[in-house]
């Protein structure tokens, strides 16, 4: 079976998509699209360890006052470039009720659970995007036997790349600008 694809969606603009028209979508477009190079990426349906990781960090990432946990939001890094993160934190003041994506510089970590579909995006695309952008810090979390393991990553600053800073298994312990301390098991209850 298959299904046809929308007419606003294909063939899509001469030149590509850019981050502006995301927010002009037709009402019937899906609710999480993210734009890469100009292109759309339409999100499957997430799985239960994927929403169970999102619900952990969102529960359980404890920010200084000036920096909040906002989940499933864009990311603007360029005209073509609008990423949609698992989980950010942002600077709180740049929140407002029509906030329909951050600006790199408003965001101070990214948070990419990675699945089957993603994973190469993850692993690669997203990376370089996010450190070329200036966003001082970058989590992935991959999936290893029901558990989230979290690699994390800050830029160097002589090539502005990301660089590995920990493999964190069980426990996440580090330091963003603040002191991180997360269990890492998923069946815990909220804060």
Do not use: C
């Amino acid at each position: 079976m298959s299904t046809a694809l929308p007419e606003w969606l294909y063939p899509g603009p001469p030149g590509g998509w850019t981050a502006d028209m995301l927010d002009h979508l037709p009402p019937d477009a899906p609710r999480h699209v993210e734009l890469i190079d100009g292109s759309l990426l339409l999100r499957p349906p997430q799985t239960r360890f994927h929403m169970r990781t999102l619900r952990l960090f969102e529960n359980h990432l404890t920010p200084p006052p000036h920096l909040a946990v906002i989940r499933e939001m864009p990311a603007t890094l360029g005209p073509r470039q609008r990423p949609e993160p698992d989980v950010m934190l942002v600077a709180r003041m740049t929140i407002r009720d029509d906030t329909t994506s951050f600006r790199p510089e408003d965001v101070h970590l990214v948070i990419e659970v990675a699945s089957a579909e993603s994973i190469d995006r993850d692993r690669t695309t997203k990376p370089i995007k996010y450190a070329n952008s200036g966003i001082q810090h970058l989590w992935r979390v991959e999936q290893d036997h029901g558990s989230p393991v979290v690699y994390t990553f800050e830029p160097e600053p002589a090539v502005r790349t990301y660089v590995p800073t920990g493999i964190h298994r069980k426990r996440l312990q580090t330091h963003i600008g603040f002191d991180v301390d997360i269990d890492l098991h998923l069946d815990q209850p909220p804060n």
